[in-house]
């Protein structure tokens, strides 16, 4: 079992900048992909950027270029660093790994809100 714990969240102005983090415990070693996703209410999760165990990241449109995702293996750690943050990037995120086998990981979430 994994556990995913994000942090980071919170309220900014359109045109700043926020660093979420989501801690893992457990098996961590059985970890292949893993992964950013955002939801808002009424619409479905909506994956935003993935990396590999190579390192190999890669990203939807709606946040190529504005976003970046990096993990810290030794501090069993995986971030999404947002730059110039818009009003639709307001939402709940959520950090998700995928074992080698079996059901994906979430955390529970976290609340990013973004004013204009």
């Known amino acids: 079992q994994v556990q995913l714990v994000e942090s980071g969240g919170g309220l900014v102005q359109a045109g700043g900048s926020l660093r979420l983090s989501c801690a893992a415990s457990?098996?961590?070693?059985?970890?292949?992909?893993k992964a950013w996703y955002r939801q808002v209410p009424g619409k479905e999760r909506e994956w935003l950027a993935t990396?590999?165990?190579?390192?190999?990241?890669s990203y939807a449109d709606s946040v190529k270029g504005r976003f970046t995702i990096s993990t810290d293996s030794a501090k069993n750690m995986m971030f999404l660093q947002m730059n110039s943050l818009r009003p639709e990037d307001t939402g709940t995120y959520y950090c998700?790994?995928?074992?080698?086998?079996?059901?994906?990981?979430w955390g529970q979430g976290t609340q990013v809100t973004v004013s204009s």
């Open positions: 998700r790994m995928d074992p080698w086998y079996g059901q994906p990981y």
């Open positions: 457990g098996s961590i070693r059985s970890i292949n992909r």
């Open positions: 990396i590999t165990p190579s390192g190999t990241s």
